[in-house]
Nanobody
Framework: QVQLVESGGGSVQAGGSLRLSCAASGGTFSTYHLAWFRQAPGKEREFVAAISRSSIEKYYADSVMGRFTISRDDAKSTVYLQMNSLKPEDTAAYYC????????????????????WGQGTQVTVSS
């Protein structure tokens, strides 16, 4: 069974940066498409960024485009989310997700289309 463990969350002032990491175990990491979701208090879980198993395709939510970068290191079975120019509205619990499905398109980034979920790491951005 695949396990995903996030790390790197914390508290930062607006304009600052954080890098989230998500380490996977129990499966074949290189075969997974991976993504990050987030959930703020009182809000629904929302898509943030995704990367294909080949690393060629990447998708971002409009709200983080140009500020966040998703990447992966298959040798370390780890996916990253570099977050720059953080805003208070980025405050949320961030979740790493994965899937071994074949398809990977921008319209396939829904919450229910991912097979593996981490426990989440909290990011708090103060103004």
């Amino acid at each position: 069974q695949v396990q995903l463990v996030e790390s790197g969350g914390g508290s930062v002032q607006a304009g600052g940066s954080l890098r989230l990491s998500c380490a996977a175990s129990g499966g074949t990491f290189s075969t997974y498409h991976l993504a990050w979701f987030r959930q703020a208090p009182g809000k629904e879980r929302e898509f943030v960024a995704a990367i294909s198993r080949s690393s060629i395709e990447k998708y971002y939510a409009d709200s983080v485009m140009g500020r966040f970068t998703i990447s992966r290191d298959d040798a370390k079975s780890t996916v990253y989310l570099q977050m720059n120019s953080l805003k208070p509205e980025d405050t949320a619990a961030y979740y790493c997700v994965g899937s071994d499905r074949d398809y990977f398109a921008e319209q396939d980034m829904g919450v229910n289309q991912w097979d593996f979920w981490g426990q989440g790491t909290q990011v708090t951005v103060s103004s």
